[in-house]
């Protein structure tokens, strides 16, 4: 059993959480995360407040274990999720896209635990000093909005830079990934993409079936040219926008648009044209659909049994 301090200050039984993901981490997927002893995790997305508040109520529901909400700071709707969140005493708030220092002091007043989603020591360092209860490494591995690091290179430095608990995040799908992340610091793992084809996920089923299907070199990173990298599946839609960005002829606002309601048509619709289907480097390492609950305990077991064996090589 793998227990660490993050288990404890979330009262949760595995170091494990569910990836905020955007059109796809609704109440169901949270709560049968949470269920199954890890951290599951509602995403706001670019939803409005009264919806998030329909998903905490459904989640609640649904378990009466703790579970967090994922605001994305660059919605529309930011500051209506950021309230809802008090309202409805949600006790994790995991943050992406941006420093939620604005949010912070309404979200400690409330007993809320602040854990953003990072992807430099300089940011990690700005919301420990704002009382972030523990921070997120995400390394450029990861499916959706990235950073420049890799997780390799992340979650050490971060681990020497701040003094609050370090989850690491991008590349992990097993428990290799999860013994790796101990080794360097990390007290825990945040996984989008292999939760994405747990039964309890609601996703089209193509996009299950896509990242069932995909290879070790089929994701790659589009939008750098508008400040905003995101790494998804190559399909008909990143060839296209790749070309488009590449083109000095085609404006930053074509650019916008062409972006524009892809995740959606990608997560509700599993349009295979003209979706955009975030997804982590680690796509080809998920190969089965599970219950959310068996992914975690696996996960687990495979770590546990790594980190056993870790001094093996050591004379
Ligand atoms: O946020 C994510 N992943 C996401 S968000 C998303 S939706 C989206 N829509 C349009 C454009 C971009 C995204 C899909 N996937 N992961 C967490 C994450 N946070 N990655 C990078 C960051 C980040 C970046 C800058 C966190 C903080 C930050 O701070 C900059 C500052 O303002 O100091």
């Not at 995403?43 to 994922?70: C, H, Y």
């Not at 896509?210 to 070199?217: M, P, Q, T, V």
Request: net charge negative; hydrophobic share 45%.
């Amino acid at each position: 059993m793998i227990k660490t301090p993050i288990c404890d200050l979330l009262g949760i039984e595995y170091p494990v959480f569910q990836g905020g993901m955007a059109w796809i981490a609704d109440a169901s997927l949270a709560a049968a995360v949470s269920n199954g002893g890890g951290l599951g995790i509602i995403s706001a997305m670019n939803a409005n407040g009264e919806w998030l508040r329909g998903q905490i109520r459904e989640a609640k529901k649904l378990t009466d274990k703790p579970f967090g909400v994922n605001i994305m700071l660059m919605s529309p709707f930011a500051d209506e999720v950021a309230k809802v969140v008090v309202e409805e005493g949600v006790p994790v708030v995991t943050t992406g896209a941006g420093n939620p220092a604005k949010y912070m002091p309404a979200w400690l007043e409330a007993g809320i635990k602040v854990i953003p989603v990072i992807p430099s020591t300089g940011i990690a360092k700005r919301v420990a000093r704002a009382g972030a209860a523990a921070v997120i490494a995400e390394g450029g591995e990861s499916g959706g909005h990235i950073g420049e690091l890799t997780t390799m290179a992340l979650v050490p430095q971060v681990c020497d830079a701040v003094d609050i608990p370090v989850i690491a995040a991008g590349g992990i799908a097993d428990g290799r990934g999860f013994a790796a992340a101990i080794m360097l610091g990390a007290v825990g793992v945040q996984m989008g993409t292999r939760f994405l084809v747990a039964h309890e996920c609601n996703v089209h089923p193509n996009y299950k079936k896509k990242i069932l299907e995909a290879g070790d070199i089929d994701t790659a990173s589009t939008g750098r040219r508008l400040g905003h990298p995101v790494r998804s599946l190559k399909t008909p839609f990143t060839r296209e926008y790749m070309k488009k960005e590449y083109d000095p002829n085609v404006s930053n606002e074509e650019l916008e648009g062409l972006g524009a309601g892809a995740l959606r048509k990608a997560a509700v619709e599993g349009d295979e044209k003209a979706g955009c289907f975030l997804a982590g480097q680690i796509a080809s390492m998920v190969t089965k659909e599970q219950p959310a609950a068996e992914i975690i305990t696996d996960v687990c077991t495979q770590a546990e049994e790594i980190l056993k064996g870790a001094c093996k090589w050591v004379r």
